[in-house]
């Protein structure tokens, strides 16, 4: 696989050979490898189970609170070990992760759930905090109007902003995105993509996990395909986007229109 | 009318009390969905403290250790042995079965030390009274209604503005969430069981001042009655422990207070009063009154 140049400096993302078993039986993961050069968007394709929330897991430490573990290989962020981490520590090195199904903290106002983004970075932290906010701010002028409001009332492409914005108030250098296209209007879809653009465009790298394909190719440098646990196809987004397999299975052509085309 | 404002205080007061146990109990679920069973223990060990403390210490200086050594213990319970079994849901189950497991050795424990004595804790306001107008009320309970507004007061402010209870607030509503953002759920659940430790010792110093007689083996069961409180308030939400713990404590004020009146329901109903009340509240409002669908917790 063709190495993107690192051309915003920082870490990269290094997973090599990991496996991945919840309760001490149920292999999910298989020698799946990948990078994340500093300042890319690398994007990870799969079905359903295929194991791609638990690679993002692995990478931000939350598998414990499934009863999984990393049994194989190593996961590190330029010198930093974060396999058998905690999800503090990945924050702290600036790994962070908006979870799949965007999670806000609902009965707290979107002023406390970005406070909660925060929280990680402990108190030589605070400096950093109203930085990111005005950062957030230009990126969601939205969520500004909105700070005092719960953050369940908002709409679910509000709430995907707020959870996108929430992870960014810890300053990632790497941003772990699950998912964030999940049953949200075209439009709003259309949004995030512009969003997560933007966010990579001011030197964050991005792993993207998604299962609208065309939306991620069309984001990432790099894509990574997973099977039931195991690495199916990688390489450059632009070439993926063109392999039979990849236009069948996510893209959703059938053979006849590839036939056409 | 004397009797109705001399009952209306004495609630009032009894409630401020519970309201230190209960808020205490409702931190704890909110913080790890465990149900306490050894509250009413850790509030006996709290005030065993103070007895046995202020002859040498002083009453302030016994409270203020048997505030800290209550909150210590409460947090290391949880940290070295309730947190080990995970912070899932499913934990949170066998937890509560291990915290009925606690009760019962620190109770047995504490029954054997005090017997049956009534321990004096030294507290400053004896038996004085106070001419309220047409009413007298005891010092004590001036002091525990006094005292309690400023803890809560001062626990509310904990809650909103303090990065730990922002932490709390958040791992409560989403513990992966919460963990994602970098909270240390460990951290912050051992720091809610510190705080129900040191509201329980509080709360017994008030439960075992006149005009009760002192403090027995059994004032950790008279705690029990903040238990319907947390639950009919809505057993995630401190508002709603605040205001369970009003509304029983005034009940329990009222039945005793009325209690030729109420001759036909037999003796003793005052201490049947809290339950009653909390099943004729949660006929109405099966989530507790501040409880919405928040409480799913278990």
Do not use: N
């Given at each position: 696989m063709p190495e993107a140049p690192p051309d915003g400096g920082g870490p990269t993302l290094h997973v090599e050979n990991v496996d991945v078993t919840y309760g001490r039986?149920?292999?999910?993961?298989?020698?799946v490898s990948l990078t994340v050069p500093p300042a890319t968007v690398v994007a990870l394709l799969g079905a359903n189970g295929a194991g791609k929330t638990t690679l993002l897991r692995a990478v931000s430490g939350t598998l414990r609170l499934h009863r999984g573990a990393v049994t194989a290989g190593r996961i590190r962020y330029g010198d930093t070990e974060l396999d058998g981490k905690d999800p503090v520590a990945a924050v702290r090195t600036g790994v962070v992760q908006v979870p799949e199904g965007r999670r806000v903290f609902a009965g707290l106002s979107v002023d406390e759930n970005l406070r909660s983004g925060g929280l990680g970075l402990g108190r030589r932290g605070r400096a950093q905090v109203q930085e990111a906010r005005d950062r957030v701010f230009t990126l969601f002028p939205r969520l500004a109007e909105r700070t005092h409001q719960q953050a369940g009332l908002l709409s679910g492409g509000e709430q995907q902003m707020l959870a996108i914005g929430r992870a960014l108030m810890a300053a990632p250098r790497l941003l772990l995105l699950d998912e964030p296209s999940l049953g949200l209007a075209p439009q709003m879809v259309h949004r995030i993509a512009e969003v997560i653009r933007e966010i990579n465009e001011q030197g964050t790298a991005v792993l993207l996990v998604e299962q609208n394909a065309g939306m991620a190719l069309s984001l990432a440098s790099h894509a990574h395909v997973l099977e039931v646990g195991e690495t199916r196809l990688s390489g450059p987004a632009g070439e993926l986007a063109r392999t039979d397999a990849v236009r069948r299975l996510y893209l959703g052509e059938s053979a006849q229109d590839q036939g056409a085309a | 009318m004397t009797d109705l404002l001399d009952s209306l205080l004495g609630g009032l007061a009894l409630g401020a009390v519970y309201a230190l146990v209960a808020l205490g109990f409702v931190v704890i679920f909110k913080a790890s969905g465990v149900l306490n069973f050894a509250h009413g223990s850790l509030l006996l060990f709290g005030g065993y403290l103070v007895a046995v403390l202020h002859d040498d210490l002083g009453f302030a200086g016994a409270l203020a250790l048997a505030v800290v050594v209550t909150a210590a213990l409460a947090g290391a319970l949880d940290r070295f042995l309730l947190q080990r079994g995970g912070h899932d849901a499913h934990s949170a189950h066998v937890q509560t079965i291990v915290t009925i497991g606690i009760d019962i050795v620190l109770l047995t424990e504490l029954a054997r030390r005090i017997g049956g004595d009534l321990l004096t804790l030294g507290d400053p306001w004896g038996d004085a009274v106070t001419e309220l107008g047409p009413v007298t009320v005891a010092d004590s309970r001036l002091a525990a209604i006094a005292v309690s507004a400023v803890v809560i007061t001062g626990v509310f402010a904990l809650f909103r503005f303090t990065s730990w209870g922002l932490s709390l607030r958040a791992a409560a509503e989403d513990m992966e969430a919460a963990a994602l953002m970098g909270v240390r759920l460990g951290r912050v659940r051992a720091g809610a069981w510190c705080l129900a430790g040191a509201l329980a010792a509080l709360a017994a110093v008030f439960l075992a001042a006149f005009p009760a007689p002192g403090l027995e083996r059994t004032t950790g069961q008279i705690a029990l009655n903040a238990f319907p409180a947390a639950i009919l308030g809505g057993l995630a939400s401190p508002t709603g422990a605040l205001a369970g713990s009003l509304v029983i404590g005034l009940t329990e004020a009222l039945v005793v207070g009325y209690q030729s009146e109420l001759h036909v329901l037999g003796e003793g109903f005052g201490d049947v009063a809290p339950y009653a009340v909390m099943l004729l509240v949660l006929l109405v409002r099966p989530n507790g009154l501040f409880g919405a669908k928040g409480a799913a917790r278990v």
């Open positions: 039986a149920l292999s999910a993961l298989r020698s | -």
